[in-house]
């Protein structure tokens, strides 16, 4: 872990966090839809539905929702969603983890809560016996690209779409 790592306190999410995340996560939308404005376009009730996804990720015996607070307490830098994934059950690494989304809030970038979130969430992962984690990023993303290869993920399969 960096210094810059060290200095972000990150703790597990709870209710109260569930606005703030929702907050980051639309930060986190605008960032993707350049991508792909077609498959990030958002329904109407978005932030309604991703709100009742993290309160069930935060309630889920199995999912991992991580929050940095900021230095007041009255918000956060960023967090983590993650969750406990299963592969087919005809390979022998069939447990994972599974980072859903990182997001860290504009005024917090390129500061390491992103590296730390994420030490969070792999200790989290290793804790209940997990040995591989996977996460999905956008090649298009040169930041994001950069962001999870410097903590030492690799891409492995190739996730392609085309319109019908």
């Known amino acids: 872990m960096s210094p810059a790592t060290a200095q972000h306190r990150v703790v597990p999410a709870n209710a109260a966090d ?15 839809a350049p991508i792909d404005a ?5 329904v109407p009730d978005a932030e309604e539905r991703y709100r009742e996804h993290v309160r069930r990720q935060i309630n889920a ?3 991992v929702v991580v929050v940095a607070p900021t230095d007041d307490d009255h918000g956060i830098k960023g967090y983590l969603l993650g969750g406990h994934g299963q592969r087919a059950g005809v390979y022998t690494v069939r447990d994972v983890g599974m980072i859903f989304d990182v997001a860290v809030s504009p005024a917090h970038r390129r500061q390491g809560v992103g590296e730390a979130l994420v ?3 792999l200790r989290r ?7 591989d984690v996977q996460v999905t990023w956008s090649p298009g993303n040169r930041l994001a ?6 903590l030492g993920f ?11």
Do not use: S
């Not at 077609?38 to 958002?42: F, P, S």
């Not at 992962?125 to 040995?131: A, D, I, N, Q, V």
């Not at 690209?145 to 410097?150: E, L, P, S, T």
């Open 145 to 150: 690209d950069g962001f999870w290869r410097k």
């Open 119 to 121: 030490a969070a969430g």
């Open 154 to 164: 690799a891409p492995l399969l190739i996730e392609a779409y085309r319109p019908l």
């Open 61 to 63: 015996p199995k999912g």
């Open 18 to 32: 569930v606005p703030h995340i929702v907050r980051c996560w639309t930060e986190l939308i605008a960032v993707h």
């Open 125 to 131: 992962f290793k804790l209940r016996g997990l040995t």
């Open 38 to 42: 077609r498959l990030y376009a958002t």
